[in-house]
């Protein structure tokens, strides 16, 4: 760019010493008439004064003055170009002095990197191809994975459908059993035995305060799975526990079995619409300590409110709680 900007101030250099012709200024008008009169001048004789040299007019004076103020101008623009020509070939001199480290194996590395770029073009695509590949697996896969959970929600459909027949084929197959004539009865008393363990519990309240409640179980969990039983079941506030009524002591299952009794055949005879009197009572009171005595006939007593009762007893602390009694020792003498 340099020797350019040189090669154009050369031109200009070259320009400004050959001055372009310059168009030669109009005359006077009164020059071009006085050119157009032919004057006759008389012969002059040949002397031997030496001639004078020509006079310049005013015009041809200002041309010259001109053309000499141009061609100092040009002087020195001429002197400036030469200044810059002579900066500018130094310069070119530096730069030509220089000397430029250049890797002469630039093209074999050029053509080695050429070469990776090729190599990793050809990976690129083949990896772009397992890529699509992949994808078509996966779009499949995705798709038996879609059959497969429609499959499975099947089959948890079906499978709640088959526990679901298997629940009610054991109810109906618990109900047919419970409906066999053998079963009847016992089905009968498993619709009253709500009934039967809250009138239980109503009857025993008079004995220690209310302490214990009644409730029946016919059914328990075994080895092999539900088994048919019937039980007498007395769960004690006190303790926190329920036990069969077969373990407490005699008075106490005599209490219990009583009033269990006595549930059992006030169901019935709601049930029939019948009534029986008078009721018969022997020797009910004989496992009952002399201590509970009074606990077990007031039981008696709120229960028999309506109905005669006959009670049989060999227990001499009964009599007091028995509004009329009859001595058969003291019968028999009077007989005899």
């Known amino acids: 760019m340099l020797i350019d900007a040189l090669n154009v101030d050369k031109a200009s250099l070259k320009a400004l010493v050959q001055p372009t012709a310059k168009q030669a200024p109009e005359k006077p008008q009164a020059l071009i008439k006085l050119e157009g009169t032919v004057i006759v001048r008389p012969a002059i004789l040949d002397t031997s004064f030496p001639s004078k040299p020509a006079l310049l007019s005013t015009f041809e004076v200002n041309m010259l003055h001109d053309e000499l103020e141009e061609t100092k101008s040009a002087g020195e623009q001429i002197a400036v170009l030469q200044s ?36 990793k073009r050809k990976e690129w695509s083949e990896h772009n191809t397992k890529l699509a590949t992949i994808d078509a697996r996966i779009a499949s896969m995705q798709e038996r994975i879609s059959g497969l959970q429609t499959q499975q929600q ?13 629940t009610l084929a054991e109810r109906w197959k618990y ?10 009865p016992a089905l009968e008393l498993e619709l009253l035995l709500d009934s039967i363990d809250a009138e239980a519990t109503r009857i025993i309240e008079p004995y220690q305060g209310a302490r214990f409640a009644i409730s029946t179980e016919t059914q328990s969990e075994g080895k092999a799975g539900s088994v048919d039983r019937f039980d007498i079941m007395v769960y004690d506030s006190e303790s926190g526990d329920s036990r069969s009524f077969m373990k407490f002591s005699p008075g106490q299952k005599a209490f219990f079995s009583d009033a269990y009794v006595k549930a059992l055949v006030r169901q019935r005879n709601e049930r029939s619409n019948r009534s029986y009197a008078p009721i018969i009572m022997d020797e009910s009171d004989g496992p009952i300590q002399p201590e509970l005595i009074s606990e077990y006939y007031e039981m008696q007593r709120r229960y028999w409110t309506d109905t005669p009762v006959l009670v049989v007893s060999h227990s001499p602390a009964s009599h007091e709680h028995i509004e009329h009694t009859i001595t058969v020792d003291e019968l028999l003498k009077e007989t005899l």
Do not use: C, F, N, W
């Open 84 to 119: 810059k020509i002579e900066q500018a070939s130094d310069h070119i001199a530096v730069l030509k002095a220089k000397t430029y480290r250049i890797d002469g194996s630039l093209g074999e590395k050029l053509m080695q990197v050429q070469s990776s770029i090729a190599a």
């Open 154 to 166: 099947a089959i948890l459909k079906a499978q709640g459908d088959a526990e679901l027949s298997a």
């Open 175 to 184: 109900i047919s059993a419970m409906l066999q004539p053998s079963k009847i």
